[in-house]
């Protein structure tokens, strides 16, 4: 069975940091490109994140959203078959249910939009509150 299974949300304190992992199984995520989205209550679904697989030795690029860049990092285990959201700096503005997923893409691909996703995760609620 095809799945992306999440782990990590829970509440934060603003200031605090999470880390949200995306596990891959039925499939290995080496050749796809992974994508994090957020939704929050009343508002559209955001891309967050994103990281394309790599070439070789090189590492796979990576974007951000302006709203998180220098506070979130992408990263991948492709040994583990996961992909990381490390949230620092945290706001309550980020208060959201954050999805993974993944669409099957050449290295270095950088997906932003979510209709191109292929499998999608169920969703931990990240809630940053004092």
């Known amino acids: 069975q095809v799945q992306l299974v999440e782990s990590g949300g829970r509440l934060v304190q603003p200031g605090g940091s999470l880390r949200l992992s995306c596990a891959a199984s039925?499939?290995?995520?080496?050749?796809?490109?992974i994508g994090w989205f957020r939704q929050a209550p009343g508002k559209e679904r955001e891309g967050v994140s994103c990281?394309?697989?790599?070439?070789?030795?090189?590492?796979?690029?990576?974007y951000y959203a302006d709203s998180v860049k220098g506070r979130f990092t992408i990263s991948r285990d492709n040994a583990k078959n996961t992909v990381y959201l490390q949230m620092n700096s945290l706001k309550p503005e980020d208060t959201a249910v954050y999805y993974c997923?993944?669409?099957?893409?050449?290295?270095?691909?950088?997906?932003?939009?979510?209709?191109?996703?292929?499998?999608w995760g169920q969703g931990p609620q990240v809630t940053v509150s004092s």
């Open positions: 039925g499939f290995t995520l080496d050749y796809y490109s």
């Open positions: 997923a993944a669409h099957l893409a050449p290295p270095h691909t950088i997906v932003l939009a979510a209709s191109a996703y292929d499998y």
């Open positions: 990281i394309s697989s790599g070439d070789g030795s090189i590492d796979g690029s990576t």
